[in-house]
């Protein structure tokens, strides 16, 4: 009886550990688009948050996306993943590069 107890108080301790991980990330999302922190979000704040992710892709400022920039910017993605440089990414060097970018992006709020 005791050890179901301390299963089941385990377990709702990690889901409510879960949730709040979800929530905290929605909120540092839900800031990160709200760019001049009125607590909405605009069209115009989710359609500049498109336009610098455009911009960012689009390396020659043309307006357009070309295929060559498309795969610059996937091929630099998976270097930067495969840490050992041998072409393919382990399952191991796609979590660690998921973390490294996560904790780039909460660092830049």
């Known amino acids: 009886m005791k050890r179901c107890l301390i299963?089941?108080?385990a377990l709702l301790l990690m889901s409510a550990s879960s949730t709040l991980a979800r929530e905290d990330k929605a909120e540092r999302w839900f800031d990160r688009l709200d760019t001049n922190k009125d607590?909405?979000?605009t069209q115009a704040e989710m359609e500049a948050r498109g336009a610098e992710r455009f911009a960012?892709?689009?390396a020659n400022?043309?307006?357009m996306i070309s295929p060559q920039?498309?795969?610059v910017r996937a091929k630099a993605h998976f270097t930067r993943a495969d840490k050992d440089g041998n072409g393919e990414i382990t399952k191991q060097e796609f979590i660690a590069?998921?973390?490294?970018?996560?904790k780039k992006h909460e660092q830049a709020q």
């Open 7 to 9: 299963l089941t108080t």
């Open 39 to 41: 607590a909405v979000i």
């Open 97 to 102: 590069a998921k973390e490294q970018w996560r």
């Open 69 to 71: 920039e498309f795969s």
């Open 56 to 58: 960012r892709i689009d």
């Open 61 to 63: 400022g043309d307006g």
